[in-house]
């Protein structure tokens, strides 16, 4: 990847800065709306709404008047009609927009504190392996970039250290708060019993129980990991991008959880960000280079 922008690096420089920062930019749009018609299920739709515009770009050629005609009405009809259907989609891509990493990295001053993550992933990894031998049910939300500030309001405010015994005291199926989510924040448990968003995915497994289901939607509303025990089986899940990995051993719930909360990455969704901010800085310092030698 960084090999094939260093290639464009001279192409690039013809624009300027300016020019390179409004091609980044468009290029991002792009790819964001290819990557979410690939993970969101209006991505069909999207596909069909490309198909009546690529019609009405060749009604249009053909001098179809009627059918121009036609086309124009479902675009100005349509366009409405999206919004009010995909109301909860849009939103939640505004929200995204205002709470993500590089805004937090700009005005928010506060760092993790990544031992107690560390400690936070080893507890949790001890808890989840007992639980799902004694096949107690679970509910774990990490907080990542995204605040989960409504989210804790939901449930119980606590301010603790995540430990095994703590998780399967709150876990216990006689506990008040066994039914809700256990949210953590910096490797610190901010509050439990928290209720999440259920998915919205038609397509998910019925054999699939309303944990599952609120991890997934978590997951779809923010950049959060989600681990999850089932109560019926025992088996240990994670939920993260709206994906849910399923019969995990131990093991693989640790990689999962250090990979998602102790990693710099995102996931294959963050990598054309990085890259494209390595090349701006790339510019910039040839840019500067070539002012001082001038």
């Known amino acids: 990847m960084e090999a094939y922008f260093s290639n464009l690096l001279g192409f690039i420089k013809l624009f300027g800065i300016a020019g390179a920062i409004e091609v980044a930019i468009i290029a991002l749009l792009i ?173 998910l497994s019925r054999e699939l129980g309303m944990r599952h289901r609120a991890g997934i939607g978590m997951s779809e509303h923010s950049d959060a990991v989600v681990a999850i025990v089932s109560e019926e089986t025992g088996s240990i899940s994670v939920a993260e991008n709206g994906m849910l990995k399923r019969h995990l051993a131990p093991e693989t719930l640790e990689r999962l959880l250090r990979n998602g909360l102790l990693t710099e990455g995102e996931g294959e969704q963050e990598r054309l960000p990085e890259a494209l901010m390595a090349l701006f800085k790339r510019v910039g310092k040839e840019a500067g280079t070539n002012e001082g030698n001038h």
Request: glycine share 6%.
């Open 31 to 203: 790819y964001k709306l290819l990557w979410s018609t690939r993970k969101y299920s209006f991505g069909r739709l999207l596909k069909g709404v490309a198909v009546v515009l690529a019609l009405m770009a060749i009604a249009a050629m053909a001098n179809f008047y009627a059918v121009s005609k036609l086309f124009n009405y479902v675009v100005e009809y349509g366009a409405i009609a999206l919004v009010v259907v995909f109301q909860p989609e849009i939103r939640r891509v505004l929200e995204r927009m205002g709470d993500t990493r590089l805004f937090h990295m700009m005005f928010d001053s506060s760092h993790r504190d990544l031992d107690s993550v560390e400690t936070a992933i080893h507890q949790t990894v001890s808890a989840y392996q007992q639980m799902s031998e004694d096949k107690v049910g679970a509910l774990m939300v990490f907080e990542r970039a995204n605040h989960l500030d409504e989210v804790i309001k939901t449930g119980t405010a606590l301010d603790a250290a995540v430990s095994a015994e703590l998780l399967k005291n709150i876990f216990w199926d006689k506990a008040p708060l066994h039914d809700g989510a256990v949210i953590v924040r910096g490797g610190r448990i901010v509050a439990a019993g928290c209720m999440l968003p259920l998915s919205g995915n038609a397509n």
